[in-house]
């Protein structure tokens, strides 16, 4: 897997954790971290959204990979200023299915959304909690994916005016650019 490119900053708190997710495919090097349910139960008890004990089954694996690639989806379809329906409605019923979410007030830090830790059901309803939070603070708009199709790579626009497109100027940003101008002389030249 390539990792996170040199121009791409972590975002903030826990919405580190969602970019981080939707990472686990990495597109260009055609890389699944998710390819096995042992991984996937290793990622997600690392990041401390599931139980040491709990079972992953090739189900939970495969609704998790669904979940991460209607995120994915949804931040392309944001990029290029569209709706996309299905992945809302992925989300929706991911959100639906019985995670145990719920509000626990805390002395020092108020309230937050809290997920049951025993189930993948459980850790999805987390990750929607941390997406929800991102959202409510103005957060979440600046988590994007990149523009270039054979990329997808999950980036925080910490730009200050929010318009990066590529993950990159210096790997994808260039390569869009080159096929542009490819494209537009191939056009001046081949007229018709």
């Given amino acids: 897997m390539r990792g996170m490119p040199a121009a791409t900053s972590a975002a903030p708190g826990s919405l580190e954790l969602i970019r981080s997710f939707i990472n ?69 019923d991911a959100g639906a299915s019985g995670g145990g979410l719920s509000v626990r007030f805390h002395q020092d830090e108020g309230a937050r959304l809290t997920a049951d830790h025993d189930h993948v059901a459980g850790a999805i309803a987390g990750m929607l909690a941390i ?44 390569r869009s650019k080159a096929r542009t101008f490819r494209r537009r002389n191939s056009e001046v030249l081949n007229p018709g």
Wanted: net charge neutral.
């Fill in 131 to 174: 997406i929800y939070t991102a959202m409510a603070q103005g957060t979440w708009a600046r988590l994007k994916a990149c523009q270039n199709d054979q990329c997808h790579w999950i980036f925080y626009d910490g730009s200050r005016n929010q318009s990066r497109r590529w993950c990159s100027m210096a790997r994808c940003g260039s």
């Fill in 24 to 92: 686990t495919l990495d597109v260009e090097a055609n890389h699944d971290e998710f390819a096995q349910a042992y991984a996937v139960k290793g990622w997600l008890v690392s990041r401390g959204l599931l139980d040491e004990g709990v079972a992953v089954a090739e189900t939970d694996r495969l609704r998790l990979i669904e979940v991460r690639e209607a995120l994915r989806t949804l931040l392309l379809a944001q990029g290029a200023g569209q709706a996309h329906h299905d992945a809302v409605r992925t989300l929706d």
